[in-house]
């Protein structure tokens, strides 16, 4: 999505859709989950990431990777590894305590 001039109408819109689908999981997940639980927003966030990366949508054989990938989908994944650190680590302190 990052490469939004080269993409087509197609790839436009179904991105798009993605990005806004992601958001709204996010957005319900942080709504209805427990106050006692932490909502598990990583899955989410790594979709958005994978989704956001400029490979995703290109046609070859380039791939998505961490050295290939613009600032803001690093940022975006780093969130994503620690929310679920952070998920497993809450859920972990549950079952022990």
Known sequence: MLNWNYLTLRQKVGG???????LLVILMLFRY???D???????????LGWLLHPAIFTYGK???TWRGAP????????????????SVTAGVGRMLG
């Open 16 to 22: 798009t859709l993605g990005v806004v689908l992601c």
């Open 71 to 86: 600032l803001l989908v690093k940022i975006v994944w780093a969130a994503a590894i620690t929310a679920l650190l952070v």
């Open 37 to 47: 639980k932490t909502p598990p927003i990583g899955v989410p966030l790594v979709i």
């Open 33 to 35: 989950t427990t106050p």
């Open 62 to 64: 380039q791939k998505v």
